[in-house]
């Protein structure tokens, strides 16, 4: 990653970054305006660099309408890696943006299909499941993630059991778990 930082006679700043597959991008504003520059360049840079990752932050920190942009811009070129990212960062946005529980569970379970060992994705799902009221989807979803996770403790964390250990009544172990 490389960069310059330039100052117009009238005052105006303009950062330029670029790097080895991070096309070159201009960052323009106020003298006084360096660190916002830096910022924005940085974000810019992270999500070149790790799309998937980056997108998941953004959806973090409640920026969703750019989580949304960010992501219809990124998925087409994005590598196989970071689909399943992609997608859980959009189902996160979904709600907030005017989607539904329903369009976002179908979203977390197309990144679920793609990686079948992303865990919050199958937690997600199931809690989902359960505001919807459906149950029997909840307890399957649970299910399915005990076979992705070899069996039960598998590679699931610990805590990934707990929407079908209430589901099962499998309380002294619910309890334990939290």
């Known amino acids: 990653i490389t960069g310059d930082l330039v100052e117009s006679a009238g005052g105006e700043l303009a950062l330029t970054v670029r790097g080895d597959g991070i096309p070159p991008k201009t960052f323009t504003g106020p003298t006084g305006s360096l660190t916002q520059l830096t910022s924005a360049a940085a974000e810019y840079v992270y999500g070149q660099l790790a799309p998937g990752g980056w997108a998941l932050r953004l959806a973090s920190e409640g920026r ?8 219809q811009a990124m998925a ?6 970071d689909k399943p990212y992609l ?10 943006t005017g ?24 937690i ?5 499941s359960m505001d919807l ?4 989807g909840a307890w399957s979803a ?5 076979t992705a996770a ?7 964390p610990r805590g990934a059991y707990q929407t079908w250990d209430l589901l099962t009544w499998n309380l002294p172990t619910l309890l334990d778990e939290l």
């Open 64 to 71: 969703y309408a750019e989580t949304m942009e960010f992501v």
């Open 76 to 81: 087409p070129a994005s590598s196989a890696a």
């Open 87 to 96: 997608l859980v960062a959009r189902a996160m946005a979904l709600e907030p």
């Open 99 to 122: 989607g539904s529980s329903q369009e976002a569970r179908s979203v977390y379970r197309a990144a679920l299909r793609l990686k079948p060992d992303l865990w919050d994705a199958w």
């Open 124 to 128: 997600t799902v199931q809690n989902t």
């Open 133 to 136: 009221g459906d149950e029997q």
């Open 142 to 146: 649970a299910e399915e993630m005990r």
């Open 150 to 156: 070899g069996g039960r403790p598998g590679r699931a």
